[in-house]
């Protein structure tokens, strides 16, 4: 019976025990009610600085590219781009003129017949530039200008272009570098095999995705200029001597393309200058 009664003692005892229950005090309530309130605020205006600036304007018609504010912006009217396009028109040897505007934008795209050269063509875009923003007045300061000419399909030109200019540059490259090591094939010097060595070491290089590593652009004239380089033999002292005065090459290395197009060519006009600027 006593042992009884001793394990129930214990038992009340135990239960009696007060928990070992953290106790939040008020200051701690008042923070994480704080930071809770905070948490939410910065999300809730994250979210409308992002609906504001981006999502908004996406819903925008005539936005199929960028996400402009354009309700602080005055319209531009159709009367505006008509008489515009009525002005380039009738400059010579324009063939088309379309002026679209795409948010704080105004773009002049002018197609001129063939033959016709860049200068005519830049002149024409400009008249039409020039028509717009004495019709606009105020309403143009706050769009930008912007204009192309081209005497064929822009995308189309600039590919063959820019294979032009590739082409171009090769072989340019490539000439600087055989001459380089002609030069030193002919007065195989330690500074000619050492200028030819520098010159094949910084050919053009291009970066590999997949291996990670940046790699020769032009591999199989690079090894040949370097078996070349390697088969020579430095002269000495003595051979050097007996070769007299040794030239040095002069090579350029600018790189000058003349078959490149004119076109399409790209402009805008400088609202601090007020005059249009051309690429």
């Not at 009217?77 to 380039?88: C, K, L, R, Y």
């Not at 400059?91 to 063939?114: A, L, W």
């Not at 930008?144 to 490259?173: F, P």
């Not at 040949?224 to 350029?252: K, M, S």
Request: net charge negative; aromatic share 10%.
């Amino acid at each position: 019976m006593n042992n009884s009664k001793g394990s129930d003692c214990m038992a009340n005892e135990e239960a009696k025990k007060p928990s070992k229950k953290r106790n939040v005090t008020k200051k701690q309530v008042v923070l994480y009610s704080y930071i809770g309130v905070l948490a939410v605020v910065t999300v809730l205006f994250g979210y409308n600085v992002l609906k504001y600036f981006y999502l908004d304007p996406l819903k925008v018609a005539g936005q199929p590219i960028y996400g402009y504010r354009t309700e602080n912006l005055q319209p531009i009217t159709d009367s505006m781009i008509s008489n515009a396009e009525q002005v380039g028109a009738s400059q010579s040897g324009v063939k088309e003129i379309k002026v679209t505007v795409q948010g704080p934008v105004v773009y002049f795209d002018v197609r001129v017949n063939d033959g016709v050269d860049v200068e005519t063509a830049r002149a024409a875009a400009e008249a039409a530039a020039t028509e717009f923003l004495a019709q606009a007045g105020d309403v143009a300061n706050g769009y930008t200008v912007q204009l192309v000419v081209s005497a064929g399909d822009i995308k189309t030109l600039v590919e063959t272009n820019r294979e032009e200019e590739l082409a171009y540059y090769k072989e340019h490259r490539l000439d600087i570098v055989e001459r380089i090591v002609a030069q030193a094939e002919k007065y195989p010097t330690a500074k000619n095999i050492e200028r030819a060595q520098n010159n094949i070491n910084v050919m053009p290089k291009d970066y590999n995705e997949k291996t990670g590593q940046y790699e020769a652009r032009y591999p199989e004239e690079k090894a040949a200029f370097q078996a070349r380089i390697d088969a020579l033999t430095p002269l000495t002292a003595e051979e050097e001597e007996e070769l007299g005065e040794i030239p040095y090459l002069e090579v350029d290395q600018s790189i000058k393309p003349t078959n490149i197009s004119p076109y399409p060519s790209w402009g805008a006009y400088d609202t601090t200058t007020e005059t249009f600027e051309w690429q």
